[in-house]
């Protein structure tokens, strides 16, 4: 069974600064994919960002950033020059099997002007 | 539409009804995807189709809980007999590619339904 662990339950950012979302995942699998979402207070999800297990470089979508270190099993969100519209949830996932993903438990970003 | 989407917004349910949520997924997605969203808590899946075939139901929490989508287009979660256990979001997802699409996780959400078992 693969595990995703978010140990910041809650996080404050002063707006333009930069912030890191921790995220640690556990599985025995060679082959595995890593994604964050943010959910806004509307609820969807939206997907920013995907890490392939075997992709050499971190992954980067415009102010977004993953911090990939297997050996560490820990895939962290970098959010660049934060706004006040990235306050949201934001969720760290893992593709488990072929079709669905583990979702960790979340922490809530809050963007200060 | 130019996105998924659920009906209805919110659901308040009497412990022992029967409820039906709707998703309507983007046009032409060949996979649909029900999650379970606990508050405070991350969702949890459910149950995912391929087109009209449920290829895993392994997510589903007891027989009380029913997703069909007869189709390969909308698909309802029906719950039998709602419980208090049950109150959650319900989030639908759906993605173009079949398996494998989710592997980039181009994964495209509604805004859920809110359910409440009093």
């Known amino acids: 069974a693969q595990k995703i662990t978010q140990t910041q339950p809650g996080m404050f950012v002063q707006e333009k600064e930069a912030v890191t979302l921790d995220c640690t995942y556990d599985?025995?699998?060679?082959?595995?994919?890593l994604f964050w979402y943010k959910q806004p207070s509307s609820g969807e999800m939206i997907f920013l960002i995907y890490?392939?297990?075997?992709?050499?470089q971190n992954a980067t979508e415009g102010r977004y950033s993953l911090n990939f270190q297997k050996a560490r099993k820990s895939a962290n969100l970098v959010i660049s020059a934060s706004q006040l519209g990235d306050s949201a949830m934001y969720f760290c996932?893992?593709?488990?099997?072929?079709?669905?993903?583990?979702f960790g438990a979340g922490t809530i970003l809050r963007v200060k002007s | 539409g130019a996105g998924v989407s659920q009906s209805p917004r919110y659901k308040v349910a009497k412990r022992g009804q029967d409820v039906a949520l709707r998703c309507d997924p983007i046009?032409?997605?060949?996979?649909l995807f029900w999650y379970q969203q606990a508050l405070g808590q991350g969702p949890e899946f459910l149950t995912y189709?391929?087109?009209?075939?449920?290829?895993?139901k392994s997510g589903l929490p007891s027989d009380r809980f029913f997703a069909e989508r007869p189709e390969g287009s909308v698909s309802t979660l029906k719950i039998q007999r709602t419980q208090q256990e049950d109150s959650a979001v319900y989030l639908c997802?759906?993605?173009?590619?079949?398996?494998?699409?989710?592997?980039?996780?181009?994964?495209?959400f509604g805004s859920g339904t809110q359910l409440s078992v009093l």
């Open positions: 046009s032409g997605h060949v996979s």
């Open positions: 599985t025995s699998d060679q082959s595995y994919g």
């Open positions: 996932a893992m593709r488990e099997g072929r079709d669905k993903l583990v």
């Open positions: 890490q392939g297990s075997y992709d050499e």
């Open positions: 997802a759906s993605s173009l590619r079949p398996r494998g699409g989710a592997a980039k996780g181009k994964l495209f």
């Open positions: 189709f391929q087109n009209e075939a449920q290829l895993d």
